[in-house]
């Protein structure tokens, strides 16, 4: 076996990986019992895309893929600080405590 052939092999694992992921991510998106479990698949799916576009870089050769892969991770992160505020500031508006605050 060359090393381009198990190149294409293990991308093409890496892609069925990938969808495979992809696809519990999703169920749990749309099944999680808790905002805070969708949250975080959400965030998964931001990992998966991320994974997707660094096996395509390795795939095609494009370097630049590398600079887009960043920007989305830096995205996810953002979101997933702005969710988390989000459901912390909805527990407030409840009347629950906040985590932080012990009595």
């Keep these: 076996m060359s090393g381009a052939s198990f190149l294409e092999f293990s991308v093409q694992v890496a892609f069925a990986a990938l969808s495979l992921a ?46 887009i892969a960043i920007a989305l991770g830096l995205v996810g992160f953002l979101a997933t600080v702005a969710f988390a505020r989000f459901v912390l500031s909805r527990r407030v508006a409840e009347g629950q405590a906040r985590p932080d605050s012990q009595s």
Aim: hydrophobic share 55%; glycine share 10%.
């Design 22 to 67: 992809f696809l519990l991510t999703v169920l749990r998106v749309l099944k999680g019992p808790t905002l805070p479990d969708r949250i975080l698949a959400l965030d998964m799916m931001v990992a998966i895309g991320i994974g997707f576009i660094a096996v395509t870089g390795l795939a095609t050769g494009v370097t630049y893929n590398v600079d």
